[in-house]
C-alpha cells in the first residue's frame, strides 16, 4: 500500500494550489489531509468519507477535499492560500470509522509535499 502526494509548490499569497494524493494497494473508508509547519505539531486540515467531510476551521471556506474513486486519488484544492499555510501537506488514509480529525487513527501516511506561501 503507498500513498504519493505532489502538487506543492511556491505560491504568492492570494493563489491557488490543487494537491493530489494517489493511493496504490487499496482503497480507503476515509482520506484526509494534514500538514506541519516549521517547528509546529502535524496539524488537520481536512478529510472526507462517504456522505461526510471535515474541515479545520483556519482552512473552512478556502479548501475542498474531494475523491476520484476511478483515478484512487484524493485532491486538496487550496484557495485564497496565506503565508500560514506554508506547510508540508500529508495525505493519510484509513481503514476504520472514527474522529477523522486524529491523526493517530490513520493507517498510511504520504511522504509530504511542501507547499510554500509568500507575503
Known amino acids: 500500500v503507498q500513498l504519493q502526494a505532489s502538487g506543492g509548490g511556491l505560491v504568492q499569497a492570494g493563489g491557488s494550489l490543487r494537491l493530489s494524493c494517489l493511493a496504490s494497494g487499496r482503497t480507503f473508508s476515509t482520506n484526509g489531509w494534514f500538514r506541519q509547519a516549521p517547528g509546529k505539531e502535524r496539524e488537520f486540515v481536512a478529510a472526507?468519507?462517504?456522505?461526510?467531510?471535515r474541515y479545520a476551521d483556519s482552512v473552512k471556506g478556502r479548501f475542498t477535499i474531494s475523491r476520484d474513486n476511478a483515478k484512487n486519488t484524493v485532491y486538496l484544492q487550496m484557495n485564497s492560500l496565506k503565508p500560514e499555510d506554508t506547510a508540508v501537506y500529508y495525505c493519510?488514509?484509513?481503514?476504520?470509522?472514527?474522529?477523522?480529525?486524529?491523526?493517530?487513527?490513520?493507517?498510511?501516511w504520504g511522504q509530504g509535499t511542501l507547499v510554500t506561501v509568500s507575503s
Open positions: 493519510a488514509g484509513r481503514v476504520s470509522s472514527g474522529d477523522m480529525r486524529n491523526s493517530g487513527e490513520y493507517d498510511y
Open positions: 472526507m468519507r462517504v456522505g461526510t467531510t
